[in-house]
């Protein structure tokens, strides 16, 4: 049973590989055991595209059962509003009213104009996503607020920047940090 949540898992997280235009985007987890806390999100809006990277705090199936909360009100939220800022603030609002003691979510929201390269991004206390210039150069994408279920009333700042020929954005979790083999 374990197993086949975990593959309901890797489905729900979205493709593994996307190509549009220009842009390739590409995923990977690993889980420690069975069900993850980390996770990664696509939602092809048309025009633009939502992608969500984050990490919900415990591990194995509790945090695996929380996934599936966090994903739909990642979903529903970055659907309903065009800033990633709101999305957040919105997302933060629920889980910070849930009686059942949400875990502590970090996350990164992003929304991608395929055509512009325009790229819209609000952080909630998640490791610093890089953009890698073509030219060499490195960005930290900050710009955002606290963690989600952990500051009632939080509010969030999105950042933007254009994505060029060249350049690559490069999100993860703790999980490659804490990495030891």
């Not at 939220?77 to 800022?85: I, K, N, R, T």
Request: hydrophobic share 40%.
């Amino acid at each position: 049973e374990l197993y086949e949540a975990a593959q309901m898992q890797r489905k729900l997280s979205g493709p593994r590989q996307l190509r549009r235009g220009q842009f390739e985007i590409a995923s990977e987890i690993f889980p420690v055991r069975y069900l993850s806390g980390d996770f990664f999100s696509v939602s092809d809006l048309g025009e633009t595209t939502l992608l969500a990277i984050g990490d919900i705090g415990g591990k194995g199936l509790s945090a695996g059962m929380w996934f599936t909360h966090v994903l739909g009100l990642t979903r529903a939220h970055g659907e309903s509003f065009s800033d990633p800022a709101a999305a957040l603030t919105a997302i933060n609002d629920e889980m910070c009213l849930l009686r059942c003691g949400a875990p502590i979510t970090s996350m990164v929201v992003f929304r991608l104009n395929w055509s512009t390269g325009e790229l819209v991004y609000c952080n909630a206390g998640h490791p610093a996503p890089l953009v890698v210039r073509g030219d060499g150069s490195v960005e930290t994408l900050h710009e955002g607020g606290p963690v989600l279920g952990a500051v009632p009333g939080a509010r969030f700042a999105s950042g933007r920047l254009v994505l060029g020929r060249g350049d690559t954005l490069l999100g993860y979790t703790d999980g490659l940090v804490e990495c030891r083999n």
